[in-house]
T-cell receptor, first 117, second 112 residues
C-alpha cells in the first residue's frame, strides 16, 4: 500500500515551453501533497505544500507564478513549470500524505527528471 | 527552526562490514525522525521512523536507528552491509505542518 506515482518519469523540453508533472496516490486518498526539488548531489528542498481543494502554500523563494500547483482531487496533484528555462532543469519529487497518517509521514513518488534545453 | 546535519557526505564500507551513518538534528520539542534511502534516479523509500517510545527503532532491510536525546542524534546502523545497500541516505526531522526537513544526505559506497 501507500504507492505514489509520477508522470512522466523524465521529460526534455525547449526553453520557454511549459511542462506539467502529475503526482498520483494510487491506493489512498492524499489530503496533502508536497513538491520537492532536488539538484544533483544535493538534498531535497521543499517547494510547496498543497491541500486538496485549496491553494498551494509555497516556501520562501519559490515563485508561485512559475511553479503552478493544482491539487484538484484527493489522488492527483500537478506541478506545471511555466516558461521553463535551463535553470529549471532538476529532479522533481512529490510526496503524499494520508489524512490519518502519522505525523509528518509522507510517501514519495519516484521523481521526474526535467531537462530544459 | 528545525535542521538536520549529516556530517558525512560519502562513506565507503566493505561488503559484510558494519555501517553507521550519523545524523544530528536541531528541534525544540520531541522530534519525529526519519531515515530514507534513495537509489540513483529514484524517489525516497522510508527505512524507519521514530515518533516516541523505544529509542531503538527497527526498520526494513536490516537497518536500525537509535534516538539519543542527550546527543540530539539519530544514527542509522546495519550490522552487515550488502552491495545492494549502496545508495544515498537521508535523515529527516518532522516540522510544523507535517513538513519534513532533510539533511544533505550521505552517499554510501560498498566495496567488494
Amino acid at each position: 500500500g501507500a504507492v505514489v506515482s509520477q508522470h512522466p518519469s523524465w521529460v526534455i523540453c525547449k526553453s520557454g515551453t511549459s511542462v506539467k508533472i502529475e503526482c498520483r496516490s494510487l491506493d489512498f486518498q492524499a489530503t496533502t501533497m508536497f513538491w520537492y526539488r532536488q539538484f544533483p548531489k544535493q538534498s531535497l528542498m521543499l517547494m510547496a505544500t498543497s491541500n486538496e481543494g485549496s491553494k498551494a502554500t509555497y516556501e520562501q523563494g519559490v515563485e508561485k507564478d512559475k511553479f503552478l500547483i493544482n491539487h484538484a482531487s484527493l489522488t492527483l496533484s500537478t506541478l506545471t513549470v511555466t516558461s521553463a528555462h535551463p535553470e529549471d532543469s532538476s529532479f522533481y519529487i512529490c510526496s503524499a500524505r494520508e489524512g490519518l497518517a502519522g505525523v509528518n509521514e509522507q510517501f514519495f513518488g519516484p521523481g521526474t527528471r526535467l531537462t530544459v534545453l | 527552526a528545525q535542521s538536520v546535519t549529516q556530517p558525512d557526505i560519502h562513506i565507503t564500507v566493505s561488503e559484510g562490514a558494519s555501517l553507521e551513518l550519523r545524523c544530528n538534528y536541531s528541534y525544540g520539542a520531541t522530534p519525529y525522525l526519519f531515515w530514507y534511502v534513495q537509489s540513483p534516479g529514484q524517489g525516497l523509500q522510508l527505512l524507519l521512523k521514530y515518533f516516541s517510545g523505544d529509542t531503538l527503532v527497527q526498520g526494513i532491510k536490516g537497518f536500525e536507528a537509535e534516538f539519543k536525546r542527550s546527543q540530539s542524534s539519530f544514527n542509522l546502523r546495519k550490522p552487515s552491509v550488502h552491495w545492494s545497500d549502496a545508495a544515498e541516505y537521508f535523515c529527516a526531522v518532522g516540522a510544523y505542518g507535517n513538513k519534513l526537513v532533510f539533511g544533505a544526505g550521505t552517499i554510501l559506497r560498498v566495496k567488494s
